[in-house]
């Protein structure tokens, strides 16, 4: 591997070059260069690789690390710079170009993507990178899809405390977002105790309402705590804090957990269900399957049925945009969503046998998609307003919790109150 350090030496016509900032002086820009040609070398020492600066008072040296995957990196001897790649093949180089974090510790690496007469083009290495994350997201789905599964099936403080667990992520996710750049600059955020507490006490809310089956008294008291915590802190307090806390505990808390009332409190049994009458009796037997059981499995299998009938509905057939809120949804997309939520509803009827009439299984399929889309870009619009694509990144490939049970929040509140109240006899 050889350096070079001379300003009148001319850069060669196929490189990467790279820009960074000197330690020795952070207004002045060190350009770097990396050359490729087609030697077969598989990356080891070899003479067409050089390292050209722009100022003639740099001295460089080079070590060239190889790797049996194709991967390696090229360090700089002063330590300053670290330079990897990842090779496809021999002519197509891509470059990372990393200052010293203790050297300049406020820049985020930059990544130099140069195709040097490679096959391989723009688009193919588009398409190959949307497939990687298409096959994580299937991947990432199907196994937090039979998790569910088996957390709804199990019922009791098992699913409890699975929607504790999600509320707490969840509510976390949402004050980042209220503290976020883009809201924050709009309205005063409140203060970093109070969120946190507020994520504590939505937690809580779902293992309350298991036990206690009602939460009205506990959120009225935990909206009068919070509110005198905001009024008496420090400073002038503001009213954009108080309405964001409290809108926190009713979206984060209150709301999910709802879910918790269908599942574990609608303890009416589904006697004309087939499928308990195969239950083992070790897991159950036919009285593990009430209406609420039932109802959960519905519901949650129609959401996930809307949202895959309107994503592939609106990738084959969407033009009409559905609002402004949220610029990828159209309206051939949200219609074939509700087909595939009704169509699932009534389906899973028939398989269990509830609800035994087919206009309130047609008016359950409804309802699951109207509060799933509504929830879905209420979400939206939060993360629009805080300027961000995702609400965290806890779940590869999907975003953050939020991401995933936006079109849930509403639902269960709305199920819950279609079983308890609107159908006779719980719908039997």
Known sequence: MSSTSSSSMATPSNCGKIDARRATNTSQLLSISVASSACNCHFRPCPSKTLVSCL?????????????????????????????????????????????????????????????????????????QKSSQLSKRVVFGLGIGITAGGVVLTGGWVFSVAV????????????????????????????????????????????????????????ASAAFVVAMALLLQRGNPRFSQLSSTIFGLFYCGYLPSFWVKLRCRLLAPALNTGVGATWPILLGGQAHWTVGLVA????????????????????????????????????????????????????LSKIFSWPTSNLSAIGFGLLNFFASLFGDLLESMIKRDA????????????????????????????AYAFVRNLLPLYGV
């Open 164 to 219: 504790a667990a999600a509320v707490f992520a969840g509510s976390r996710e949402y004050f980042e977002l209220v503290r976020s750049h883009g809201i924050a600059s709009g309205m005063t955020p409140p203060p970093l105790y109070v969120s946190r507490a507020c994520s504590v006490i939505c937690a809580l809310m779902p293992l309350i309402t298991l036990y206690k089956g009602q939460i009205d008294v506990s959120v």
């Open 56 to 128: 003639s008072s740099t001295k460089l040296g080079l070590n060239f690390f190889d790797a049996p995957n194709g991967r390696g990196y090229l360090q700089i001897n002063d330590g300053r710079f670290r330079i990897r790649y990842k090779s496809p093949n021999i002519l197509a180089r891509t470059l990372l170009a990393k200052t010293d974090a203790n050297l300049i510790d406020d820049e985020d690496p930059v990544e130099v993507i140069k195709d040097h007469g490679s096959s391989k083009t723009d688009a193919d290495l588009e398409k190959q």
């Open 387 to 414: 300027g961000v694509k995702d609400s965290g990144s806890l779940i590869p490939g999907h975003g953050g919790i939020l991401d995933r049970v936006d079109s849930y929040i509403f639902t269960g509140a709305l």
């Open 296 to 347: 959960t499995l519905i519901s949650i299998s129609s959401i996930i049925a809307a949202d895959t009938f309107a994503f592939v509905g609106g990738k084959a057939f969407g033009r009409i945009p559905l609002t402004s809120i949220s610029p990828k949804k159209t309206w051939e997309g949200a219609i074939a969503g509700l087909a595939g939520c009704i169509a699932t509803s009534v389906l």
